[in-house]
């Protein structure tokens, strides 16, 4: 298993390159309310973190799963 931190920095990764979002933001912040993550880039980050991680992901819980602390958390409980 991964370390959490290194999840997160592979997840900020991607966020950077599906979402374009650069700069700092908390692990709290709502990807989509609070850093405007449209639609499209979220079904690409979707499938870009199932690719990444090796999981699957159901789209229920991609859903519920609105921050990065919240990505790390799902994605480090699915491996």
């Known amino acids: 298993m991964t370390e959490p931190a290194n999840t997160e920095a592979r997840i900020r990764g991607i966020l950077h390159r599906v979402a374009h979002l650069d ?27 199932e690719e990444e991680f090796g999981v699957s992901i159901a789209d229920k819980a991609f ?3 609105r921050s990065l602390g919240a990505l ?3 994605v480090e409980g699915l491996r």
């Open 72 to 74: 790390v958390s799902l």
């Open 63 to 65: 859903g519920e799963a």
């Open 23 to 49: 700069g700092p933001y908390g692990k709290s912040a709502d990807l989509f309310r609070d850093l405007g993550v449209k639609s499209m880039a979220a079904l690409d980050l979707l499938l870009s973190l």
